[in-house]
């Protein structure tokens, strides 16, 4: 749990950031880890995808593609990102394997993480916190230490136990789709049409996905 979702999957991801782009990260990682989730939970636990969920899976990872393609040339950056994807989605299958409870799996990764990272930043890595702002530091110990080390990975654990494996671990994908209007709303930034139609891809293959069983179920009975 610690290597997949902790910090060496943060450590990955900030060496991704080095040749992909931003928009990249935010469409490549989570729309991977949806992916690879649904296709692990039918591989090792028996999962039924069916008709829809297929097709939903297409439409997800195409969009997915688009969104990430926005951001220029293919690099190695763009395939690190596809692989913490992956880590992502095996956490989430040995999360739901295990029975591990939300806390409990925040407790692991954010506790294993310290214990893993940190003598490693002690003896070998450079260090300037002493000269950095006060400001800086306390900001990344808020946004880094608890939003993103505790409350996002408790509230993905909380949201898998609430919603069951499949919209757990699906929903992320909106991530570029959320990312894109809050930019149109709040920073009025303008959607091309190429974002505008990803979007839509996206948000279509999750519905396929979410309702796969219900909509299969439905027609059957027509």
């Known amino acids: 749990m610690v290597i997949a979702f902790g910090a060496p999957y943060v450590l990955l991801i900030s060496l991704?950031?080095?040749?992909?782009?931003?928009?990249?990260?935010?469409?490549?990682?989570?729309?991977?880890?949806?992916?690879?989730?649904?296709?692990?939970?039918?591989?090792?636990?028996?999962?039924?995808?069916?008709?829809?969920?297929?097709?939903?899976?297409?439409?997800t990872a195409t969009g997915i593609a688009m969104f990430a393609r926005t951001g220029g040339a293919f690099t190695s950056g763009h395939l690190i990102l596809i692989g913490t994807g992956a880590m992502w989605a095996i956490y989430a299958l040995i999360v739901r394997h295990a029975a591990v409870p939300a806390l409990n799996a925040a407790a692991i990764v954010a506790v294993g993480s310290a214990a893993f990272y940190l003598p490693v930043y002690l003896v070998a890595l450079p260090k300037q916190i002493v000269s950095?702002?006060?400001?800086?530091?306390?900001?990344?110990?808020?946004f880094q230490g608890i939003l993103v080390s505790v409350v996002a990975i408790y509230a993905f654990n909380r949201s898998a136990e609430r919603l069951g494996p499949v919209a757990g671990a699906t929903l992320p994908a909106l991530i570029p789709v959320v990312t894109l209007g809050l930019g149109a709303v709040v920073l009025g930034e303008t959607a091309g049409s190429g974002q505008i139609a990803s979007a839509i891809l996206v948000t279509t293959g999750l519905a396929l996905i979410l309702v796969g069983k219900s909509a299969m179920r439905w027609l059957s009975n027509r």
Request: glycine share 12%; net charge positive.
């Open 132 to 142: 950095t702002p006060l400001v800086d530091i306390l900001l990344q110990a808020g």
């Open 16 to 59: 991704a950031l080095k040749t992909a782009p931003a928009s990249a990260a935010g469409a490549l990682n989570p729309g991977a880890m949806a992916i690879i989730s649904v296709l692990l939970g039918w591989l090792i636990l028996g999962d039924r995808i069916g008709v829809a969920r297929l097709a939903g899976l297409v439409a």
